[in-house]
């Protein structure tokens, strides 16, 4: 007896739709295999650069003027968009991190532990103890929100600087970023993720990179410095594992990009993200598939970019200025 099968030779009226699926089949495989075409590489931007004070490390856009915080002065600086200074005004010790919010000027001491209040004029209204070792801070919500490295957590201020709740996150909080609805914390020392919502609690904790063995880097952690949001999606950089990661809102991983160098501040845009690299001291931007398509010198050792809706900015420890990207 023949075996019964739909393509044998006696069964000539089945034929027909082996033939069809064994072309789609072909089709399939050798559609799977066609290589993704690279895209073309982008023109450098146009880049500027300005005097600021001594050792900038981050910035700040309050709608018209950039604020920089000079942690090797105690100073911060208020600048036009043509590179003009304003003025130059004193905070705490050690300001590492500054913000807009609320219609004021928000900076973190890390040294004293305090956070200055300043008007958009530079007058300082108030300083707040924010926690040990405040490193960076976010206004949302209609809240200050200050992560607080040296004691594990994140806490969170009233405009008049009442502190309204200390949330215990993960170790040594490094970042914070506000999207889809939520707070979200980078904590160095655990590599983990925190989502935090407007109430102040901690709705979950993802793990988002394995923690080399002790004694691997002597000198930093290896867990997230930076994370910016896109709006779908929560990037994160690694600069010691040299290493991109994006996470969902759920905490799902998706992708995870090396990247030479390793990336150290990030801006993250529907379709694009701009990343800095101290080790080259280059801004990259890359695609929405993390491919890059245009690099731009800066100044050296740049440590923070934001983006004003004209230009990018970049913040350059060591040269003392600050670079403006024109698109």
């Known amino acids: 007896m023949e075996p019964q099968n739909s393509c044998n030779k006696k069964n000539t009226r089945n034929l027909f739709p082996c033939v069809i699926v064994l072309v789609i089949s072909v089709l399939s495989v050798a559609i799977a295999c066609q290589k993704k075409p690279e895209p073309t590489p982008l023109p450098p931007l146009q880049v500027t650069a ?4 001594k050792n900038p490390s981050s910035l700040a856009f309050d709608g018209e003027h950039i604020w920089v915080a000079n942690t090797g002065e105690n100073t911060v600086t208020r600048l036009r968009w043509d590179g003009g200074v304003i003025g130059i005004y004193q905070v705490g010790n050690e300001p590492v991190a500054i913000t807009y919010g609320g219609g004021f000027i928000w900076v973190s001491n890390s040294r004293d532990g305090t956070v200055s209040k300043l008007t958009l004029s530079g007058q300082s209204i108030k300083t707040f103890k924010a ?11 209609g809240a200050l929100w200050v992560a607080s490295y040296g004691d594990n957590t994140v806490v969170r201020l009233s405009g ?12 040594h909080p490094r970042a914070l970023a506000a999207g889809m609805g939520h707070l979200w914390t980078a904590n160095q020392g655990d590599s983990t993720l925190v989502k935090i919502d407007k109430q102040g609690n901690i709705v979950a904790t993802y793990p988002v990179g394995s923690a080399p063995s002790p004694g691997m880097f002597s000198d930093r952690e290896p867990g997230p410095v930076n994370l910016a949001s896109d709006g779908k999606s929560i990037w994160l950089a690694f600069p010691q594992m040299k ?3 994006r996470i969902d809102e759920n905490g ?25 690299n101290k080790a080259s001291d280059t801004v990259t931007q890359f695609d929405k598939n993390v491919i890059p398509v245009r690099t731009m010198v800066v100044g050296r050792s740049p440590s923070d970019i ?4 004209r230009s990018f900015w970049v913040a350059n420890q060591e040269d003392n200025t600050v670079t403006r990207i024109d698109r």
Do not use: C, H, R
């Open 131 to 141: 926690g040990k070792e405040p490193v960076d801070l976010t206004y949302w919500e």
């Open 252 to 276: 799902v991983p998706g992708g995870y990009y090396p990247l030479e160098g390793g990336p150290d501040a990030i801006v993250a845009g529907a379709n694009n993200i701009w990343i800095i």
């Open 243 to 245: 290493v991109l990661t």
């Open 50 to 53: 300005f005097p600021v004070g």
């Open 306 to 309: 934001i983006y004003d809706g």
């Open 160 to 171: 008049d600087g009442e502190i309204q709740s200390s949330i215990k996150v993960g170790k």
